[in-house]
Every structure is written in C-alpha cells, then in structure tokens.
Nanobody, 116 residues
Framework: QVQLVESGGGLVQPGGSLRLSCAAS????????MAWYRQAPGKQRELVAT???????NYADSVKGRFTISRDNAKNTVYLQMNSLKPEDTAVYYC??????????WGKGTLVTVSS
C-alpha cells in the first residue's frame, strides 16, 4: 500500500508564496518520477511540475519561473515552492506517483487560495 499526504496549502495574497509538501509512505522503494497536479474550480486537472529521482524537472508554461519542484529522497518527500502567486493559481494541488511498479498513486490534495 502506498500513501501520499499533501500539506502546506492555505490562503495567500497575490504576489505571496507558499511551500507545499507531499510525503510518501508504504511500499515506496524505487520511486522514479513524482509530480504535482492542480485542479481549479470548474476546470480539468492539469500537470504543474515533475521531478525524477535524479533531479530532472519539467514545468507547465504557466508556472515556469515562479514555481520550483524539489525532492528529498531520504525523506520520500516532494516539495513545490510557489512564488509570485496569482489568483489563477487558486486550485486544489495534488501529488502523484505516475508509475510505481505499474500503478499510479494520488494524494487527496491540498487547497491553495490566492486572494486579497
């Protein structure tokens, strides 16, 4: 069994910052890629960023230069540092393991609200 638990969401003003964390537990050895997704109200879930176990990263165009994904393999944790937040970044943010021994795993999400 694999569990992903996100934390760090909340209410922030435009231009502010938040750091999300996602802790993985269970039968999680040999995780390769970890990812952050988000789903805004009334919209489809979209990919935000990915990171491999070697540290290679990819970002959605909408967050490039503002968000940074990182991971601590010893702690089985992936982070998303979000700077210069905009109202359009408001969404539920989900952590995902896209492929672990043929299975995908999702966390339950953490809500980020960017509003003045």
């Amino acid at each position: 069994q694999v569990q992903l638990v996100e934390s760090g969401g909340g209410l922030v003003q435009p231009g502010g910052s938040l750091r999300l964390s996602c802790a993985a537990s269970g039968n999680i050895f040999n995780i390769n890629v970890m990812a952050w997704y988000r789903q805004a109200p009334g919209k489809q879930r979209e990919l935000v960023a990915t990171i491999s176990n070697g540290g290679s990263t990819n970002y959605a165009d909408s967050v490039k230069g503002r968000f940074t994904i990182s991971r601590d393999n010893a702690k089985n944790t992936v982070y998303l540092q979000m700077n210069s937040l905009k109202p359009e970044d408001t969404a539920v943010y989900y952590c995902k393991i896209p492929n672990l021994r043929g299975m995908e795993y999702w966390g339950k999400g953490t809500l980020v609200t960017v509003s003045s």
